[in-house]
């Protein structure tokens, strides 16, 4: 509803959702492109990187190739929240980023990990930081998919929300009269001696 009270129209909407995933999709390309830079710079600079920054080096240089292109669907008419399956792998994928950066760099941890004894405390945050909004960007995109996949299948023409009956084409409604399954008589058919 808008201020005077009036119900937002459908195209209303969905531009609402096209922008909040663009939004989104924007700062998941520059927190992957941030960590890609910061953690590439590690493990070319130093022998003792670790498994951690490793794995978070892969998830955000894929992901920071998949938004490239990614980014532009929101501005795609046909686009209906199709990428909803890699928001939900790359959002368990950004987690455990999260998870080990937290577990490396948090406190005064960071100059024992990732690599151990550089210190950087700075640089490593900076990575931890941005997979935080990498992890919460990726969580909303899911949510705004959902709603726009979701918006589009109730208000597609001819899907099983809309039609009574079983969702096939030309079906006849189903009733709740008795045998109307089995293929029995029912009662007044029965006392007419009729069956259909």
Same mark, same amino acid.
């Given at each position: ?33 941030? *960590? ?41 008419? *046909? ?18 980023? &999260? ?39 990726? &969580? ?51 006392a007419n001696g009729t069956r259909v």
């Open positions: 509803m808008d201020s005077a009270g009036r119900r937002r129209g459908p195209d209303t909407v969905q531009r609402l959702l096209r922008t909040w995933l663009w939004i989104n999709d924007a700062l998941i390309l520059a927190s992957s492109t941030i *960590v890609t830079g910061i953690l590439a710079r590690f493990i070319r600079r130093y022998h003792e990187h670790g498994t951690h920054a490793i794995f978070q080096e892969v998830i955000a240089v894929i992901t920071l190739f998949l938004y490239i292109v990614a980014i532009f669907a929101p501005a795609l008419k *046909v686009y209906r929240g199709y990428l909803l399956p890699l928001n939900l792998a790359l959002s368990y994928l950004w987690l455990t980023n &999260l998870i080990f950066s937290s577990q490396d760099y948090s406190g005064h941890r960071c100059h024992y990990y990732s690599p151990a004894y550089v210190g950087h405390c700075r640089l490593k945050h900076t990575v931890q930081a941005f997979n935080i909004i990498g992890f919460t960007s990726l &969580l909303s995109n899911v949510v705004a998919e959902s709603v726009m996949w979701y918006r589009y299948r109730d208000s597609a023409p001819g899907t099983a929300g809309n039609r009574v009956g079983n969702g096939e084409k030309g079906s006849a409604p189903l009733t709740s009269a008795p045998g109307a399954t089995t293929g029995a008589s029912t009662a007044p058919e029965a």
